[in-house]
C-alpha cells in the first residue's frame, strides 16, 4: 500500500462518526451517546462542549424534541454523563456576562457603568448570552470595547 492509500485510509476512519467514541470517557451514559447522539455528534467533539448540568439537561430534551432516539430517562442518563465529564469550568481572569453585576463587568471589560448597566438591563430582560457578538447588539454598549475585551468575556 503506498502512502498516499494509507493515508486516504486513515483520514476516512476521522471522518467516521463512530471512529473517535474511544475518545469518550467510560461511564453511564456512553453507550447512549453512542446510540442517540453520533448520528448528528461526532464523539471527538463532544468534549469540547462545557455547560452547566442545567444547560446540559436542557440541551438533551431539545436534542429529544428533534429525534434523538432515547427517552427521557436516558436524556437525563445523557446529560447526566456530560456533566460529569465535560463540566463548565469558570476561568476566574475573565468577567462571566451572564453572572457579573454591572460594576464588575465595567471593571473587568474597560465599559462605562452606563454601557455595564445596559449590558445587565439587556440580560434581564432577554436572557442570557451564548457568544461575545450577542453584546453587539446592545445599544448604548460600544461594540469596539466588547470586540476588544472579546478573549476576557466567558459565559
Known amino acids: 500500500m503506498n502512502k498516499f492509500a494509507a493515508c486516504l485510509i486513515a483520514a476516512s476512519s476521522l471522518l467516521s462518526p463512530r471512529a473517535p467514541a474511544a475518545d469518550l470517557p467510560d461511564g453511564k451514559g456512553k453507550d447512549l451517546i453512542l446510540r442517540a447522539c453520533i448520528g448528528c455528534h461526532k464523539a471527538g467533539e463532544i468534549g469540547a462542549y462545557r455547560f452547566t448540568k442545567d444547560e446540559y439537561h436542557a440541551i438533551a430534551y431539545r436534542m429529544g424534541d428533534r429525534g434523538a432516539q432515547a427517552t427521557r430517562a436516558e436524556l437525563d442518563v445523557i446529560a447526566d454523563y456530560l ?6 469550568i469558570e476561568d476566574p481572569a475573565k468577567i462571566n456576562v451572564n453572572k457579573a453585576t454591572a460594576q464588575e463587568i465595567a471593571a473587568g471589560l474597560a465599559l462605562t457603568n452606563e454601557e455595564a448597566q445596559a449590558v445587565v438591563k439587556y440580560r434581564q430582560r432577554h436572557g ?6 450577542d453584546l ?3 445599544y448604548g454598549v460600544d461594540g ?7 478573549d476576557k468575556i466567558s459565559f
Not at 128 to 133: E, L, M, R, T, V
Not at 144 to 150: C, E, P, R, T
Request: charged letters at 25%; hydrophobic letters at 55%; a positive charge.
Open 144 to 150: 469596539k470595547k466588547i470586540a476588544a475585551a472579546k
Open 128 to 133: 442570557d448570552f451564548h457568544a461575545w457578538g
Open 83 to 88: 456533566f460529569e465529564n465535560f463540566p463548565k
Open 136 to 138: 453587539l447588539i446592545i
